[in-house]
């Protein structure tokens, strides 16, 4: 049977863009893709990119008194979010045209439109026109939830909240995620009164102990309003603003209310289960370790999948998928030990595991440095940074390490290069610390903190 296209790729994020181009650039096989939304997907147009220029504005906030300490003449006359908001939409529109300049480069054909899987080799255009593939790589991301309670129409989620109008003067955030911590710490950054609910115990669940534990604290110290154990029980909206009631019975009201509370899969009515495709119990799909469905000419890659939701993940994933299906070589994605930045104020950066997980595991010990920075110490300013390594007692190697500070994100990811490697606690040892520097704590701590 002769097909339309060799691969057409649904979705246009990174990992869908990044299939589609290598498939077309590296094996000159005739590829197309579909985006139904802006290209660049979750991370470019309404994630990590706007994120993180977000978190640099909101940082910008303690440096002029740090100045001042360094003998700086400088003032702080406050946040303009219209002039930032302005030149954040430009950049992403920026890097949207890059993302379809790749893309047409390669020689693959674009649709700015929704598709469905007709069958296991075809795909409908939201205009009914169809296409037919010989393979479908299904790349839609995934997407912020709301909670199920009366009102929640009233709040915002992740996507909405670089497109405010106008900074509000109290925010409320609810969750205990990265998602929901990191914009904790921009909204209270730019000036924003910023409350954070979460229903456990801390936040940043499922990363180290020790570590979550310095972030959440040092949050508070730049006055995040944190509450633990509670969750929004109701809330309506009362004329500019919006009431809520905690599960504590406390009411207030607020400017705003932020939803980070979970994401799900982009699954629905892409006419997936009606091919044959299954579906978890959260709507991912369900894929082999070559990111293969059910169906074996459809497969998917990324968030929509709900495997390790990162941005250079799915990459990975979409990278493994050519080099299975066009290049004849086999390949899984690797979703072990990858390094992760989590961009709180303070910054956290993990590779491995946590000493939880690796003490369940077998003997380890814990080495970890609790310290103000030089920089800031310098300044009168009372941030703690953490190094920590987890090292297995029986054969040495460094079972995780996790980083509390300024540029965490920056440092993680050379020490997972060590990590992922195998590198033995001696390795790091032997290693000259680079002085002064906050992470030559990490081949400098010679005494376990404790052992277990």
Same mark, same amino acid.
């Given at each position: 049977m002769a097909f339309d296209y060799d691969l057409f790729v649904i979705g246009g994020g990174s990992g869908g863009v990044r299939a589609a181009r290598v498939a077309a650039q590296d094996t000159g096989v005739k590829v197309a893709l579909a985006e139904e939304d802006r290209y660049g997907g979750t991370c470019v147009i309404r994630g990590c990119v706007p994120k993180k220029l977000m978190v640099f504005a909101?940082?910008?906030? $303690?440096?002029? +008194?740090?100045?001042?300490?360094? $003998?700086?003449? *400088?003032?702080n006359k406050g946040f303009d979010w219209t002039? &930032?908001?302005?030149?954040?939409?430009? +950049?992403?529109?920026?890097?949207?045209?890059?993302?379809?300049s790749l893309l047409k480069n390669a020689g693959v054909e674009t649709f700015d439109s929704r598709a469905r899987?007709?069958?296991?080799? !075809?795909?409908?255009?939201?205009? $009914?026109?169809r296409k037919t593939a010989k393979h479908i790589l299904i790349a839609v991301g995934g997407r912020p939830v709301k909670l199920a309670i009366e009102g929640a129409e009233h709040?915002? !989620?992740?996507?909405?909240?670089?497109?405010?109008?106008?900074?509000?003067?109290?925010?409320?955030?609810?969750?205990? @995620?990265?998602?929901?911590?990191?914009f904790a710490g921009v909204m209270n950054g730019m000036g924003v009164q910023t409350t954070q609910f979460y229903r456990g115990d801390q936040i940043l669940r499922g990363f180290d102990d020790e570590a979550r534990t310095v972030v959440a604290?040092?949050?508070?110290?730049? @006055? /995040?309003?944190?509450?633990?154990?509670?969750?929004?029980?109701?809330?309506?909206?009362?004329?500019?603003?919006?009431? %809520?009631?905690?599960?504590?019975? *406390?009411?207030?009201?607020?400017?705003?209310?932020? &939803?980070?509370?979970?994401?799900a899969p982009n699954s629905d009515d892409l006419g997936l289960e009606e091919v044959g495709v299954?579906?978890?119990?959260?709507?991912?799909? *369900?894929?082999?370790?070559?990111?293969?469905?059910?169906?074996?000419?459809?497969?998917? /890659?990324g968030d929509v999948t709900d495997r390790a939701n990162l941005t250079p993940v799915a990459i990975s994933e979409g990278m493994a998928f050519v080099e299975t299906v066009f290049k004849g070589n086999p390949t899984k994605p690797d979703h072990e030990l990858i390094p992760t930045a989590i961009f709180t104020q303070p910054e956290m950066g993990t590779v491995g595991l946590s000493e939880e997980e690796a003490k369940a595991q077998g003997p380890i010990e814990v080495y970890s440095a609790s310290f103000k920075p030089m920089q800031q110490s310098f300044a009168g300013r009372a941030e703690k940074v953490l190094m920590k390594l987890i090292v297995s007692r029986e054969d040495r190697k460094v079972l995780g390490c996790h980083i509390v500070a300024p540029g965490a994100g920056e440092l993680i990811q050379l020490a997972g290069?060590? %990590?992922?490697? $195998?590198?033995?606690?001696?390795?790091?040892?032997?290693? /000259?610390? %680079?002085?002064?520097?906050?992470?030559?704590?990490?081949?400098?701590?010679?005494?376990?903190t404790r052992m277990a």
């Open positions: 909101s940082g910008y906030a $303690g440096l002029a +008194e740090e100045a001042q300490a360094y $003998g700086w003449d *400088v003032s002039a &930032f908001q302005k030149k954040m939409h430009a +950049e992403l529109d920026r890097l949207e045209g890059i993302y379809r899987i007709a069958d296991a080799h !075809t795909v409908e255009l939201a205009d $009914g026109t709040a915002i !989620t992740s996507n909405d909240i670089f497109h405010l109008e106008q900074l509000p003067k109290s925010i409320l955030i609810v969750g205990g @995620g990265y998602i929901a911590s990191e604290e040092e949050m508070v110290v730049k @006055g /995040v309003n944190l509450e633990l154990n509670t969750n929004i029980a109701a809330m309506r909206r009362e004329g500019a603003g919006i009431w %809520v009631k905690d599960t504590n019975g *406390v009411e207030r009201t607020f400017d705003q209310v932020m &939803f980070a509370t979970g994401r299954k579906l978890g119990r959260n709507g991912e799909i *369900v894929v082999d370790e070559y990111s293969q469905t059910g169906v074996p000419s459809i497969y998917a /890659v290069i060590a %990590v992922k490697m $195998g590198a033995t606690k001696e390795d790091f040892d032997r290693t /000259v610390a %680079v002085h002064p520097t906050m992470s030559e704590e990490l081949v400098t701590m010679k005494t376990p």
